[in-house]
């Protein structure tokens, strides 16, 4: 099994013709995912790597049976294209954009609540089970199908720890980005939920950074909750008090909540180990199972 997709997953990619959701398309097509339609407002009835190009999401959905979308929209309007997958009957949406406004995000998140749709991101790498589908920008080569769920903010740091994963022999379920910016449609404690329900992911990697309490939380979810075992690992042990580091929502505040030691503890009091590496992650991984 595995968690938000897999190789039945038939998906719309909002933005098909942009230079980014053009190539990114492709890029999904070849490793074998089910992309049925392409989304852009006055472009109806153009084809784009094969895909049929639709002017609405809902159309979009209703003629191909469509259940999840991908916004790779440029920021002033990816609020908007999050708004139309929310109204459309799709079961996931992914949103690739980086730099959308923070008020428009609020407004997506009241909107979440009252929808039975997952949002992975915005800001994010996307989802990916291996061998069945990707949803987004992750480098397919790198992953391999097994056990090991991962969620993780940092795009890059999942690549990282993914590719000592593989090296080891240790295949993933589904890896989700869930993305750096301060507002985000799945947080940690809804990908762990997923993975803790699903009977194929026999352990998950927490890859979190400096930065609000989000790791905080969801280290007492673990200890609280969780029987699958977790390994974690925290980026930003170096970076100064009030400084952000990348991520939008990678800034400490001078109150010494949010650092990197924080979180630490925190997982560590939960059970969790931490590694100081993505290979030292792998170590863990290997002694949970």
Known sequence: MSVLVDSDTRVVVQGVTGGEGKFHTEQMLEYGTNVVAGVVPGRGGQTVAGVPVYDTVHAAAREEDADAAVVF???????????????????????????????????VYRKLREVDTHMVGPNCPGVITPGESKLGILPGNIFSAGNVGLVSRSGTLTYQVVDNLTDRGLGQSTA?????????????????????????????????????????????????????????????????????????????????TGTAESKITALEDNGVPVGDTPEEVADHVEDLL
């Open 176 to 256: 989700v980005g869930i993305g750096g910016d301060p507002i985000i449609g799945t947080d940690f404690i809804d990908a762990l939920e997923l993975f803790e329900a699903d009977p194929d992911t026999h352990a998950v990697v927490m890859c979190g950074e400096i930065g609000g309490e989000d790791e905080e939380e969801a280290a007492r979810f673990i200890g609280e909750h969780m029987d699958t075992p977790v390994a974690g690992f925290i980026a930003g042990r170096t970076a100064p008090p009030g400084k952000r580091m990348g991520h939008a929502g990678a800034i400490v505040s001078g109150s010494g």
């Open 73 to 107: 929209v440029p920021p002033a309007f990816a609020g908007d294209a999050c708004f139309e997958a929310l109204a459309a009957p799709v079961d996931l949406v992914v949103t690739i954009t980086e730099g959308v406004p923070t008020q428009d995000m609020s407004r």
